[in-house]
């Protein structure tokens, strides 16, 4: 009984700490919209839409592979997990500090007629390389199970965002505020290289290991990308199309932010932790029943926050956001898309399994529902209502069919075995 409470104490710990961290992201983004104002709030937005993305770019891959490679090597003890983190590292950073060139190359030479857009974009480029090294920390930590160290860095990372993000943003507007986001994330990748993981510095990669990584972490990038669009999808076609409620719209899409940030807390502790026991000899089985009370648990607790959502989004309609009317309409509708977000985790079971071409399937499948429809609605009447509606569709769709796929490889799995 007490190796059991000792056992789950870490759990415990980085459960409050992420919940903390959670709580401190999402009131930083709602102190956001109040000194930026809609305007420079939607420029501060931009860096939100392109980190995803620049991240599974600059990084090729390598992060996703690493994330189902690592946790497995240190299950089962492999003699070469150390030196594969630390050239893995070395393969990032080559990676990364070329990408972002070649970005900020591109938005020097394309032509905007908004200047600060420009500005937006580039600034990003800073954010996004940082961001890519910081989560290669997190995907060892997580890969060690080291649940406390990596809530610490969440935790950590949160609590000087909100103090040094807002401040920024109210002296120098949404440059302030994307400036003082990188140098957050330059002094979280100096706390968890020196403090963290103190033995881990950057080696020479090897080519056919790099290109081994690149070519297993190829469909899963692809997946996390189509995830990303997915998430992002509705956003982008509201600057598209109604540019003017983009700020709205951003300050909404916070709900969404926050059940990402929540479901990828709990994946990253439930996931690889399932990953690592596989590694060290458990079945799919016991993989299979992780993920499926993780996601229960999650989705429960989405269900139960529903009705406060709706209650609060008519208060600040009607009360301090009342500038954020429009966005306060579609709250509801965006939390219960974001919550759907959550069945990502049960993917788990198909990554185990090494059936990545149907973890992208099933992120596609929610995709390809918000391109079609966001582009159907684009060419009609577009609405930052409807494009909600099509955010909570392709999440549905998106759940479906990852439930649908993680279970039919269960299922042939333990056939095979039975046999």
Do not use: C
């Amino acid at each position: 009984m007490v190796d059991r409470a000792v056992r789950r104490r870490p759990a415990k710990v980085y459960g409050v700490l992420v919940a903390l961290a959670s709580v401190l992201g999402l009131a930083k983004t709602v102190a956001l919209a109040k000194v930026l104002g809609a305007g420079d709030l939607g420029y501060y937005g931009v860096v939100l839409v392109v980190l995803p993305f620049g991240t599974y770019l600059s990084t090729a891959g390598t992060l996703a592979a690493l994330g189902v490679e690592l946790p497995m090597a240190f299950g089962a003890d492999d003699r070469d997990a150390d030196a594969l983190s630390a050239r893995s590292l070395g393969l990032i950073v080559l990676g990364t500090t070329l990408v972002a060139a070649i970005y900020l190359l591109v938005v020097a030479v394309t032509s905007f007629s908004d200047p600060d857009m420009r500005i937006a974009l580039a600034l990003a480029a800073f954010t996004v390389a940082l961001n890519s090294i910081f989560e290669f920390y997190l995907t060892v930590l997580r890969a060690r199970v080291r649940l406390v160290p990596l809530a610490s860095a969440y935790f950590v990372r949160s609590a000087l965002a909100i103090g040094a993000t807002v401040g920024a943003g109210a002296l120098f507007g949404y440059r302030g505020a994307i400036i003082s986001e990188t140098i957050v994330l330059a002094l979280m990748v100096a706390y968890v290289a020196r403090i963290l993981e103190p033995g881990l510095r950057p080696r020479l990669p090897r080519r056919p290991e790099s290109l081994r990584l690149i070519r297993t972490g190829v469909p899963l990038s692809l997946a996390n990308f189509a995830l990303a669009i997915a998430l992002f999808t509705d956003r982008s076609f509201v600057a598209v199309t109604l540019p003017g409620d983009l700020g709205q719209y951003t300050l909404a899409a916070i709900v969404t932010v926050a059940w990402f940030a929540l479901s990828g807390f709990v994946a990253q502790a439930v996931g690889a932790s399932a990953l690592h026991a596989y590694g060290g000899g458990a079945g799919l089985s016991a993989v299979r029943r992780r993920v499926a009370r993780a996601t229960a648990s999650v989705l429960g607790l989405g269900l139960l926050g529903l009705p406060v959502v709706v209650v609060g989004a008519a208060w600040l309609k009607d009360g301090a956001f009342s500038d954020y009317a429009l966005g306060m309409h579609i709250v509801p509708i965006l939390y219960a898309g974001g919550a759907l977000s959550a069945v990502s985790i049960y993917g788990y079971v198909l990554l185990a399994a090494r059936r990545f071409g149907l973890v992208l399937a099933a992120t596609t499948s929610g995709l390809v529902v918000g391109l079609v429809a966001g582009g159907l609605l684009a060419v009609g009447d577009p609405t930052v209502e409807g494009y909600a509606w099509i955010f909570l569709a392709s999440q549905a769709v998106s759940a479906v069919a990852t439930i649908a796929a993680a279970e039919l490889v269960h299922r042939s799995h333990r056939r095979l075995s039975a046999s």
